[in-house]
């Protein structure tokens, strides 16, 4: 029986936990269980999809790839080469032949069908343990587009990852970020936005000033960042679809950065100068109402709120140095819970609720690290010349960062690494890239 998706559901908050496959897949369901040991990734088989339509065949290879990419790259996952098969999949209906899959190893195996009517796209999958020799879960069908197959690619990723981790899917997502070209010392920097693996960049703002840290908003449909071109900084909000923005408003003299959107994204934490103070303010984007939140003679910027609203994390260096605190919502004394040694900053809530993830830089390195709410378990996940700016993926499993490489020329990159700190990988983008920001799945 197959049930229908057009688009996937939200993401729910889950526990953070580490995974790693089950010793053994005779012993029940598929599963990749939740320890805190080092993992062996868990051997797929995927064959091409098959195509039901003429002309559906021209897509059925790429819609295979990307599902395979998606689950390989989380490490969590390794894909057997089709040249290691015995059976040929020739019919989504056939029964499967478990023994040849047993044969080569295969613990989950992924069986898909194409059909496509002008733009349209049919996409159905089914999902198998093959040692218990049971299908996990109900056949799946999801319709979109041809031009979008990527998208139905990522879905089914997301549906398999999900099926057996038991984790949130977190595939079909966007990142937005700042695209660098030219030399270090004349560097033009613009607003894109790409799918979360680097495919399909598009750029939002021209490259006519300096721009940095653009923030996705809750619903993926807005963005804010911040701009030089009146000479100081400024905060904007971007519409995505259309490209049009509009200015946060200040007042003369005063400068505005390091935007973020509460969890509603009605309202805007940021930091503002104003006589030579750095607080952090917050404004109701549909009234306009500012309200300030610190009044420290202190440098207070890069505040993040809690999923549920009710708190602030953010950076200080009332203490003398840069130091990670937390305070109401509506602001009050803050407390601090950076108890390390070194600078930390850029502080952001995971969306699961129990980690802050941010940058450290000790001893000449820089590193991405996540803590818990109080303080506690501090854990440093990178290591390098210059790591620094994490963002959480819907799913609050993988981070994102930028690291910059040591030398003239400078060179910025965008990596990921889990929250575990195995499987760093690069992000590849047309050119330097920097200051990610994750979104949520798209609706």
Same mark, same amino acid.
């Given at each position: 029986?197959?049930?229908?998706?057009?688009?996937?559901?939200?993401?729910?908050?889950?526990?953070?936990?580490?995974?790693? +496959?089950?010793?053994?897949?005779?012993?029940?369901?598929? *599963?990749?269980?939740? &320890? %805190?040991?080092?993992?062996? +990734?868990?051997?797929?088989?995927?064959?091409?999809?098959?195509? /039901?339509?003429?002309?559906?065949?021209?897509? &059925?290879?790429?819609?295979?790839?990307?599902?395979?990419?998606?689950?390989?790259?989380?490490?969590?996952?390794?894909?057997?080469?089709?040249?290691?098969?015995?059976?040929?999949?020739?019919?989504?209906?056939?029964?499967?032949?478990?023994?040849?899959?047993?044969?080569?190893?295969? !613990?989950?195996?992924?069986?898909?069908?194409?059909?496509?009517?002008?733009? =349209?796209?049919?996409?159905?999958?089914?999902?198998?343990?093959?040692?218990?020799?049971? %299908?996990?879960?109900?056949?799946?069908?999801?319709?979109?587009?041809?031009?979008?197959? *990527?998208?139905?690619?990522?879905?089914?990723?997301?549906?398999?990852?999900?099926?057996?981790?038991?984790? !949130?899917?977190?595939?079909?997502?966007?990142?937005?970020?700042?695209?660098?070209?030219?030399?270090?010392?004349?560097?033009?920097?613009?607003?894109?936005?790409?799918?979360?693996?680097?495919?399909?960049?598009?750029?939002?703002?021209?490259?006519?000033?300096?721009?940095?840290? +653009?923030?996705?908003?809750?619903?993926?449909?807005?963005?804010?960042?911040?701009?030089?071109?009146?000479?100081?900084?400024?905060?904007?909000?971007?519409?995505?679809?259309?490209?049009?923005?509009? !200015?946060?408003? &200040?007042?003369?003299?005063?400068?505005?950065?390091?935007?973020?959107?509460?969890?509603?994204? *009605?309202?805007?934490?940021?930091?503002?100068?104003?006589?030579?103070? &750095?607080?952090?303010?917050?404004?109701?984007?549909?009234?306009? !109402?500012?309200?300030?939140?610190? @009044?420290?003679?202190?440098?207070?910027?890069?505040?993040?709120?809690?999923?549920?609203?009710?708190?602030?994390?953010?950076?200080?260096?009332?203490?003398?140095?840069?130091?990670?605190?937390?305070?109401?919502?509506?602001?009050?004394?803050?407390?601090?819970?950076?108890?390390?040694?070194?600078?930390?900053?850029?502080?952001?809530?995971?969306?699961?609720?129990?980690?802050?993830?941010?940058?450290? =830089?000790?001893?000449?390195?820089?590193?991405?690290?996540?803590?818990?709410?109080?303080?506690? /378990?501090?854990?440093?996940?990178?290591?390098?010349?210059?790591?620094?700016?994490?963002?959480?993926?819907?799913?609050?499993?993988?981070?994102?960062?930028?690291?910059?490489?040591?030398?003239?020329?400078?060179?910025?990159?965008?990596?990921?690494?889990?929250?575990?700190?195995?499987?760093?990988?690069?992000?590849?983008?047309? @050119?330097?890239?920097?200051?990610?920001?994750?979104?949520?799945?798209?609706?």
């Amino acid at each position: 029986m197959f049930k229908t998706l057009t688009f996937l559901l939200s993401p729910i908050l889950a526990a953070l936990l580490l995974l790693a +496959p089950a010793a053994s897949a005779q012993q029940g369901p598929l *599963r990749i269980t939740i &320890t %805190e040991g080092v993992i062996e +990734p868990l051997p797929f088989a995927l064959p091409s999809f098959l195509p /039901e339509t003429a002309g559906s065949e021209m897509i &059925t290879a790429d819609l295979a790839r990307v599902v395979a990419d998606d689950l390989a790259g989380t490490g969590l996952f390794r894909q057997i080469p089709p040249s290691a098969f015995i059976s040929q999949v020739t019919s989504f209906a056939a029964p499967v032949a478990y023994a040849d899959w047993r044969a080569i190893n295969a !613990q989950a195996l992924i069986i898909g069908a194409v059909s496509t009517s002008g733009d =349209q796209l049919v996409v159905k999958f089914r999902l198998y343990d093959v040692f218990s020799g049971a %299908e996990l879960g109900e056949g799946l069908q999801m319709v979109g587009t041809v031009s979008g197959f *990527r998208r139905m690619a990522h879905k089914v990723a997301d549906e398999v990852y999900s099926r057996i981790t038991g984790e !949130q899917r977190y595939f079909d997502s966007r990142v937005v970020f700042v695209s660098e070209t030219g030399p270090k010392d004349n560097r033009l920097k613009r607003i894109a936005i790409m799918d979360y693996d680097g495919a399909n960049v598009q750029y939002l703002t021209d490259a006519g000033s300096i721009v940095l840290a +653009p923030r996705f908003s809750p619903s993926g449909d807005r963005v804010l960042y911040t701009s030089y071109e009146s000479g100081f900084p400024r905060i904007y909000l971007l519409d995505v679809a259309t490209s049009g923005r509009q !200015q946060l408003p &200040t007042e003369a003299g005063e400068m505005a950065f390091s935007p973020r959107f509460s969890r509603d994204g *009605r309202q805007v934490i940021y930091s503002l100068i104003n006589g030579g103070n &750095t607080d952090i303010y917050r404004t109701d984007l549909a009234t306009g !109402q500012h309200t300030r939140l610190t @009044s420290a003679p202190s440098i207070e910027t890069a505040p993040s709120f809690s999923p549920d609203g009710s708190q602030i994390v953010f950076e200080s260096d009332r203490s003398g140095v840069q130091q990670i605190y937390i305070m109401s919502a509506d602001g009050g004394e803050p407390r601090r819970i950076s108890l390390g040694e070194g600078r930390y900053g850029t502080p952001v809530w995971s969306p699961r609720g129990d980690l802050i993830a941010f940058t450290k =830089q000790n001893a000449g390195r820089f590193h991405i690290g996540v803590m818990r709410t109080d303080g506690s /378990e501090e854990r440093l996940l990178t290591a390098s010349f210059l790591d620094e700016g994490p963002t959480w993926s819907p799913n609050g499993r993988v981070l994102m960062f930028s690291r910059e490489t040591q030398g003239a020329e400078g060179l910025v990159s965008i990596y990921s690494v889990d929250v575990s700190g195995r499987n760093l990988r690069q992000v590849v983008t047309p @050119s330097s890239a920097s200051d990610p920001s994750w979104g949520p799945l798209q609706p």
